[in-house]
């Protein structure tokens, strides 16, 4: 258009000139020195959280506590919950189960186990069988010793005695030896008669079931680590009922007896079909006999019986409702039962009906239906 002006064209004369200065970009004085400064000011977080995670690692990894483990995370092989039990008896080569495991023939001398509860069987061709209860402490070193009876169940055969070498095998593994009389002790002599030293001479007939004689020397540690035991008596109603001490053993139907349990507390389970299961609580002191008996209670459901158009209701021959014509409810025994309905009129109707614990039947019996 005639009024308009043209943009004017750009001056470059300044530029090009000889004495004008050339042009550059505009930086910050801080960023050109300073350099470490300028890291750490940019970092100073990330340094910061690094600094503090490495300070928490090293108070974690040198604490006193951090390296000890745990006694609530030690396992059962470790060394504070390992103990030994010794196993003697008379007469020696005896089986011994410990548990559910052979432990070997008698003496048996430092068996390593966990600390426990262990139903222990001393069995021997020929003589009674010796079930016992022992429960070991950690880092116990127990002893047991049993004198297994012959077997009464062999006619005609005399019963085996324990020779002198095995008595004196078996007292030398229970006792410190005397002085003067250490290896000679477990060998038999070459003569008809054995020579043990005459203060160390056995006696058949003087050694219990459940406990050894006193040996010279520091007889309080030995005391300490001898197991004591009682005896428990079981008795339920009804009977043959199965029992289960602490849990872990089966120690057969009641009435039963238990001549070696050791001293404490145990927990017994008594259960049989049909019949609530029951747990008992007992003490067994030493050298004493507790008696344990139980009453078991049926286990029960629910039985409702409608009857139409109305009648009287008997459950097992029993009248239980005269004339109802609304539902009757009764709680009754597991188990198979008979339900009759009579009407004046109507007659009787009869059907057996089977009651499942803790559960509800219902019968509907309709006198008008053929």
């Known amino acids: 258009m005639a009024g308009d002006v043209p943009f004017p064209e750009p001056d470059t004369s300044a530029r090009s000139g000889g004495d004008a200065s050339s042009w550059e970009p505009y930086q910050s004085p801080q960023g050109r020195g300073g350099g470490p400064l300028r890291f750490l000011r940019r970092h100073s977080f990330s340094i910061t959280v690094g600094a503090a995670a490495l300070a928490l690692g090293a108070l974690i990894y040198f604490s006193p506590t951090g390296a000890a483990p745990d006694d609530r995370t030690r396992g059962p092989g470790d060394r504070e919950s390992q103990a030994t039990l010794s196993i003697y008896s008379a007469p020696t080569g005896a089986t011994v189960i410990v548990g559910a495991d052979t432990a070997g023939t008698t003496p048996v001398t430092d068996h390593s186990l966990s600390a426990g509860t262990y139903l222990v069987t001393v069995e021997k ?22 004198r297994l009876p012959p077997d009464e169940s062999v006619p005609n055969e005399p019963a085996p005695t324990e020779s002198a070498a095995d008595a004196q095998r078996t007292r030398s593994e229970t006792s410190p030896a005397a002085p003067g009389g250490g ?21 058949n007939t ?21 197991l004591v035991t009682g005896s428990l008596v079981l008795r339920a109603t009804p009977e043959s009922t199965a029992v289960r001490l602490n849990d872990r ?24 079909p049909g019949y609530e299961t029951t747990t ?41 409702a005269e004339r109802s014509d609304v539902w009757y409810d009764t709680a009754l025994p597991a188990g198979p039962h008979t339900v009759t309905v009579q009407h004046p009129a109507l007659g009787e109707k009869r059907r057996s009906v089977t009651v499942v614990a803790r559960d509800t039947q219902s019968v509907v019996l309709d006198l008008r239906e053929p």
């Open 280 to 320: 008992r609580r007992v003490d067994v002191t030493r050298n004493d006999t507790a008696v344990v008996e139980v009453s078991l209670a049926p286990q029960t459901g629910h039985l409702r019986v409608l009857a139409r158009p109305w009648g009287s209701i008997y459950v097992n021959g029993e009248r239980r």
């Open 249 to 272: 053993y089966e120690v057969g139907p009641t009435p039963a007896m238990l001549g070696e349990v050791g001293v404490g507390r145990h927990e017994l389970t008594f259960s049989r």
């Open 206 to 226: 003087s050694n219990s079931d459940d406990s050894e004689a006193p040996s010279p020397g520091p007889s309080g540690a030995e005391e300490a680590n001898r």
């Open 183 to 203: 290896a000679s002790s477990d060998r038999p002599a070459t003569s008809s008669a054995p020579s043990p030293p005459s203060s160390s001479a056995p006696d």
């Open 125 to 146: 061709e020929g003589y009674g069988r010796r079930d016992t209860v022992l429960t070991v402490s950690a880092d116990q070193s127990a002893r047991y010793r049993s």
